[in-house]
């Protein structure tokens, strides 16, 4: 194998991941991008997504919600507000808060409430991506 | 004299008192392990952010960004930041002081001042001076993120919209177990300088591509910042107040031991005399029907 990266997640609770990886893909501000060993210095901003990472051919997914990424000298570090593993992830959680925020969503958009709408919008975003990981997690 | 019986109860009390604070000195020091952990997690995450901070700053034109913009200072706000809860010692009153002081201090320049209350102890303590804008009770022990955020966000429109045109932090500083000091920090606006201090170490990886511009990112992670800055003062002030809170019950818990020492030698002086009048008695009774 080439040459690895490193990955670092960290959250205000700490250090969720910390590895050496192949290849990661993040929701960045501009849609996903991938990065691979020796990419140029980089920093942008994250949006609440799923978080994948290869090494060799073992693929691991993690839930992101909001934060920035910096990559430089083959080190990757996400700093993020929260992590959390497919493993972790309570499903039928996430579906209940997932059919909260359409209703809060079709609510707020029924009365133009600007600011309750961007919320209901962060939370089903939320939702989304955790239901995502967790069925990523699941045939593995 | 107090007779025996009072003596009794007394010590019986200042046993229970004790327990209590013996108790509470447990409890304190069990919160303490998990605060002190919680800070040491957000330590690498805000080193972290710090050294992306200094990298960003670098590499864009300052004093662009209405939360770094320095305003002629009319009015400022100070956040306090103190624990929900008394009996820890004079870790609370150290920080009403120096805020004190430095309302005072502010106010002999002509500034206006009100103040933004994190903890009921510093809530309640400013009420009556009319300049609490804001309180946050009943954070301390269980506050996440999101506790930080909020108030940050309300600090941060307050500045924006001209309501204060300076923002200050007064909270308490975690120095060890043993020792922790009130400190105040500037807040807003943010200043370039102390965000680039770790700016030397991280400049050597050359230029970054930035995905949105310098600019836009600045707008997402300043705030973040705010947060961060919120969310760290918090942790030290949970900190230092479990601290504090263990050893005043320590040294409680060492008055009531003293405390007992001295009753029980009251007890069993007490418990002499009466002894002797007893057989003073007898004896005298004894002499009489000879």
């Known amino acids: 194998m080439a040459e690895k990266l490193k990955l670092e997640v960290v959250t205000p609770k700490g250090a969720v991941v910390s590895k050496e990886v192949d290849i990661v893909t993040a929701p960045g501000y501009g849609g996903e991008f991938g990065v691979l060993a020796n990419h140029a210095p980089f920093l942008s901003t994250i949006k609440t997504g799923v978080l994948t990472y290869k090494t060799g051919a073992q693929e691991e997914t993690l839930m992101v919600s909001g934060g920035f990424c910096e990559v430089s000298n083959n080190k990757l570090t996400f700093l993020v507000e929260s992590a959390e593993r497919g493993a972790d992830i309570d499903v039928e959680r996430a579906m209940r808060s997932k059919e909260r925020a359409e209703k809060r969503l079709a609510e707020a958009q029924a009365q133009k ?3 309750d709408r961007a919320r209901a919008e962060a939370a089903l975003q939320r939702a ?3 239901l995502k990981v967790a069925e990523r997690h699941k045939p593995s | 004299m107090p007779s025996l019986k009072d003596v009794k109860t007394k010590i019986g009390g200042v046993k229970k008192t004790s327990q209590i604070t013996k108790a509470m000195n447990m409890v304190a020091a069990a919160k303490l392990r998990g605060a002190q952990q919680k800070m040491e997690d957000f330590r690498s995450y805000a080193e972290k952010f710090n050294a992306a901070m200094g990298n960003l700053s670098s590499a864009m034109d300052s004093g662009a960004f209405p939360l770094m913009e320095k305003r002629e200072v009319k009015t400022v706000e100070i956040l306090v930041v103190t624990s929900d809860r008394g009996l820890c010692g004079s870790f609370n009153s150290n920080i009403l002081k120096m805020t004190e002081k430095l309302i005072a201090r502010l106010e002999g320049e002509g500034k206006k001042v009100t103040l933004v209350c994190v903890g009921k102890k510093s809530a309640s303590y400013f009420r009556k001076t009319g300049k ?6 009943d954070l301390m022990g269980t506050f996440q993120m999101f506790n930080a955020r909020a108030i940050a966000q309300d600090i941060a429109g307050n500045f924006l919209t001209g309501e204060s045109d300076e923002v200050r932090i007064v909270y308490g500083k975690f120095k060890s177990v043993a020792v922790q000091r009130p400190a105040e920090q500037m807040f807003l606006p943010i200043q370039p300088d102390a965000v680039a201090a770790t700016e030397a170490t991280s400049s050597a990886a050359g230029a970054y591509i930035y995905e949105p511009s310098t600019e836009e990112i600045m707008e997402v ?13 918090m942790l030290e002030v949970s900190a230092s107040e ?9 040294n409680a818990t060492n008055a009531c031991k003293d405390i007992i020492h001295s009753l029980t030698l009251i007890y069993n002086k007490a418990r002499q005399a009466g002894i002797t009048a007893e057989l003073m008695d007898i004896v005298g009774g004894a002499e009489a029907l000879k």
Not at chain 2, 221 to 233: G, I, K, W
């Open chain 1, 113 to 115: 409430e600007k600011f």
């Open chain 1, 128 to 130: 989304l991506s955790r």
């Open chain 2, 242 to 250: 479990h601290a504090a809170r263990m050893s005043a019950m320590d």
């Open chain 2, 221 to 233: 992670l300043l705030p973040l910042y705010m947060n961060v800055m919120v969310y760290h003062a």
């Open chain 2, 132 to 137: 609490v804008r804001q309180r946050y009770l």
